[in-house]
């Protein structure tokens, strides 16, 4: 069964904005924390962000500032809004439920390049 989709991933400008979406199926999202990772070739991956079924966030140091985490309860969907991109944002960002067992989406490539 498929439980978390990203959506929203794209090529864009250094500068520019993406909006990422996850939906999650409602068993692994109500009272859940949610949380956006990504990865670059070659690289671990990250936590870039992550927000608690009351809405309370938490950032990555390179994103802050620039990134916002959002989530609709009534609709089981957790966003990324991405601003000012810059190039080592460049990854796969990956949708995350954690509960009493994690939940991974497959992934989408955002790629910030002139």
Same mark, same amino acid.
């Given at each position: *069964? =498929?439980?978390?989709?990203?959506?929203?991933?794209?090529?864009?400008?250094? /500068? /520019?904005?993406? +909006?990422?979406?996850? #939906? #999650?199926?409602?068993? &692994? @999202?109500? %009272? !859940?924390?949610?949380?956006?990772?990504?990865? #670059?070739p070659?690289?671990?991956?990250?936590?870039?962000? /992550? &927000?608690?079924?009351?809405?309370k +966030? $938490?950032?990555?140091?390179?994103?802050?500032?620039? @990134?916002? &985490?959002?989530?609709? $309860? #009534?609709? %089981?969907?957790?966003?990324? *809004?991405? %601003? %000012?991109?810059?190039?080592?944002d +460049?990854?796969?960002? !990956?949708?995350?439920?954690?509960?009493? $067992?994690?939940?991974?989406?497959?992934?989408?490539? =955002? +790629?910030?390049?002139?």
């Amino acid at each position: *069964q =498929v439980h978390l989709v990203e959506s929203g991933g794209g090529l864009v400008q250094p /500068g /520019g904005s993406l +909006t990422l979406s996850c #939906a #999650a199926s409602r068993s &692994i @999202f109500s %009272n !859940y924390y949610m949380a956006w990772y990504r990865q #670059a070739p070659g690289k671990q991956r990250d936590l870039v962000a /992550g &927000i608690s079924s009351g809405g309370k +966030t $938490n950032y990555a140091d390179s994103v802050k500032g620039r @990134f916002t &985490i959002s989530r609709d $309860n #009534a609709k %089981n969907m957790v966003y990324l *809004q991405m %601003n %000012n991109l810059k190039p080592e944002d +460049t990854a796969v960002y !990956y949708c995350k439920s954690a509960g009493t $067992n994690d939940y991974w989406g497959q992934g989408t490539q =955002v +790629t910030v390049s002139s």
